[in-house]
């Protein structure tokens, strides 16, 4: 390919980006160079802004060298240059190559100004490696669509300018314009899965399909526009979907989805609460104990650092939360008091005030406690209380109980007995129960 057919077609595309200056994520290997080498000969681009972005992983003895490398290299084009030295965390428990990647990641990210585009040079080579890659992981339509060729990332867009190129053809370029590349090591090493797949796998294919590459490539194609258009149908059924308050869903209309659409409402649910997503079996147990626990029963699936749970007609997805300690209680004199459960408890008062003598004290549910709710006739087992404001089961036992000699006042700000309400209004306050993540709106009351 000559420097003006590449150039041209760059030229092109840059035309219908989003404004902002473009950072070329440059390796120095002979895919980047190219990427930065065309890229500089176009007067659109230069106007936007160009620099490049060099990540030095600190892997090998060499990188300090590969980086003045990228330095001259960079300024013999006239393009800004900026390296950026990270560390690896090599025993992240994901594999070097995992772990090296989501580093290289979060480097750009940090490095990136709003609205700056970063431009890789994954070529259709590339996009073969990584649809095989997810294939083998059991990807569904989202992962089979391999790269994107743009895509917003945070604050900025990732653009993939030439994935519909062979690594062949960027190497013709390379020869043609005389370019000087870093050959890195690692990239023969085929104990990292996708340079097996690189060296062992796809030349194999190519002997028996020649069209191997471009096939795989095509298929992505379509798997993307399936992924498209499932993402856009998800982002509809949750909002249908949702319940009374963000973390809730209707679990019976979810089953009642489409194969198709189950799953990616799942995961759109979960990331829209900052949650982690699960794997493919942990999504399996979710619909089977929806599906086979009665309906008196509460069943949870746990997985890192989040837990989805049924009661009654909706779905919660939370964090764990802290066990309340029924043994625990504490002195309150109406003062801001955390509560080893999570959360804090304090009065509030409308005008300065005097709470000096107050002495109440503050514990969690023992079981068997009563309460008379302000203005009604009845006294009440608490129990009752919070089944029929329908709080789920897992958060009862969070509600801090207030009492004064043995007589429960007020279970946090949910209910007030008769003799709390004269109380805060002799004081002219209110109870303010600052809960941590994981609780519905204050519907009760």
């Known amino acids: 390919m000559t420097l003006r057919t590449l150039v041209d077609r760059l030229a092109v595309e840059q035309a219908q980006l989003p404004a902002g200056a473009i950072a070329v994520g440059f390796s120095g290997?002979?895919?980047?160079?190219?990427?930065?080498?065309?890229?500089?000969?176009?007067?659109?681009?230069?106007?936007?802004?160009?620099?490049?972005?060099?990540?030095?992983h600190g892997l090998h003895t060499d990188s300090g060298h590969w980086a003045e490398h990228c330095r001259a290299f960079s300024a013999s084009l006239g393009i800004a240059f900026e390296p950026v030295s990270i560390q690896i965390a090599r025993d992240a428990g994901t594999g070097l190559e995992d772990a090296a990647r989501r580093a290289r990641q979060a480097a750009f990210a940090a490095h990136l100004a709003p609205g700056e585009i970063l431009a890789l040079?994954?070529?259709?080579?590339?996009?073969?490696?990584?649809?095989?890659?997810?294939?083998?992981?059991?990807a569904g339509p989202e992962g089979l669509g391999g790269m994107r060729a743009l895509r917003s990332a945070g604050n900025s867009h990732l653009w993939r300018p030439l994935l519909g190129l062979a690594r062949a053809t960027l190497a013709e370029y390379a020869r043609a314009n005389a370019l000087d590349w870093i050959d890195d090591p690692s990239n023969t090493d085929t104990h990292l899965r996708r340079n097996f797949l690189r060296a062992e796998i796809l030349p194999r294919l190519d002997q028996r399909w020649p069209d191997a590459r471009a096939a795989l490539a095509h298929s992505a194609t379509w798997a993307r526009a399936a992924a498209d258009l499932i993402e856009s149908q998800s982002i509809d059924a949750l909002e249908k979907l949702r319940g009374p308050d963000p973390a809730t869903m209707r679990w019976r209309d979810w089953l009642a989805l489409p194969d198709a659409l189950r799953d990616p409402v799942l995961r759109r649910w979960l990331r829209s609460l900052r949650l982690d997503e699960p794997a493919h079996l942990h999504v399996a147990q979710i619909q089977q104990q929806l599906r086979d626990a009665a309906?008196?029963?509460?069943?949870?699936?746990?997985?890192?650092?989040?837990?989805?749970?049924?009661?009654?007609?909706?779905?919660y997805a939370m964090r764990p939360a802290p066990t309340a300690p029924k043994t625990w209680q504490a002195r309150w004199d109406g003062s801001a008091l955390g509560l080893p459960a999570g959360g804090t408890l304090a009065l509030q008062t409308d005008a300065p005030r005097?709470?000096?003598?107050?002495?109440?004290?503050?514990?969690?549910?023992?079981?068997?406690?009563?309460?008379?709710?302000?203005?009604?006739?009845?006294?009440?087992?608490?129990?009752?209380?919070?089944?029929?404001?329908?709080?789920?089961?897992?958060?009862?036992?969070?509600?801090?109980l207030i009492f004064s000699h043995n007589e429960l006042l007020a279970a946090g700000d949910l209910f007030l007995s008769d003799a709390a309400r004269?109380?805060?209004?002799?004081?002219?306050?209110?109870?303010?129960?600052?809960?941590?993540?994981?609780w519905e709106p204050r519907a009760a009351g």
Do not use: N
């Open 121 to 138: 040079a994954h070529h259709r080579d590339d996009q073969a490696e990584t649809v095989l890659l997810k294939l083998l992981r059991g």
């Open 29 to 56: 290997g002979m895919d980047s160079s190219v990427l930065l080498h065309a890229l500089a000969h176009i007067a659109g681009v230069r106007e936007r802004g160009l620099r490049a972005i060099h990540i030095d």
């Open 295 to 315: 309906s008196d029963r509460l069943p949870c699936v746990r997985w890192q650092a989040t837990e989805v749970r049924r009661y009654r007609e909706l779905l």
């Open 354 to 400: 005097d709470l000096d003598g107050l002495e109440l004290t503050v514990r969690y549910r023992q079981g068997g406690e009563l309460l008379k709710p302000a203005g009604k006739p009845h006294t009440r087992e608490l129990r009752l209380l919070l089944q029929e404001a329908a709080m789920p089961p897992w958060l009862r036992a969070r509600v801090p």
């Open 422 to 438: 004269d109380m805060l209004g002799r004081l002219g306050a209110h109870i303010v129960w600052e809960r941590d993540e994981g």
